[in-house]
């Protein structure tokens, strides 16, 4: 990577550090942090191109729509601004902003009009965070600041959700292990994804088992 690009990779850590000083738990700088190297690791191994998933991976949830009533323009606007700012090529914003866009597993069931390796890079690294040992952590903080229950046997988990359903649901969060985090294993993109989905996968399992064991007073 030449200097200017590296500048332009650490100018845009910077800003998204500070855009997402406020933000929540769940999406705050730190998951950036986390999908920006591990997406690199993966790119790495499948050989992607490490530029766009560098400035794809950082920018990814710069404006996420549901801290925005919903509007899904903000994202990509933002970083196509600060892109522009600073000189970056068009062709290279073209990409990142479709990475924006169409990463997003609400987005699902709307997928994207035309894939890149880069974005199957960055959209396995952000699907990976949801799983595995943060991926619990995560869940559990995202309930409770919706103040919703950990666990309640009456209330079955529903995997058919429309998006609208999904968006609204109020269930406990371990319904959420069903209705997604369990479901991701399969999603992945790429080889190297899948491998690393499969690990956390497995960890989640054991989770679930030893979760029931104890709510029953089992030791
Ligand atoms: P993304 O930003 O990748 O589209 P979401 O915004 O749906 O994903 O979710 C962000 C994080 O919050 C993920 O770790 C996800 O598992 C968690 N989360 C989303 N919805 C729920 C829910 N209903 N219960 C528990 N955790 C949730
Ligand atoms: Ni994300």
Redesign the pocket.
Known sequence: MDKERQSIIEQTEIFVRTQLAEAEG??DWWHIYRVWKLALSIADEEKADLYVVNLGALLH?IA?A?FHKGNEEIGPRVANEFLISLSVEPEVIDQVIHIIKYV???NRHEPAPFVSKELHVIQDA??L??IGAI?IA??FN??GF?G?ALYDPAVPPNPDQSKAEYKA?K?P?IN?FY???LLLKDMMNTPTGKKIALERHRFMEEYLEQFYQEWDGKR
């Open positions: 769940g999406h949830d996420d549901k997003s597993f609400k952000d699907r965070d949801a991926g995560r869940a995202f309930g919706k919703r649901a269930a969060t959420h209705e997604k985090l």
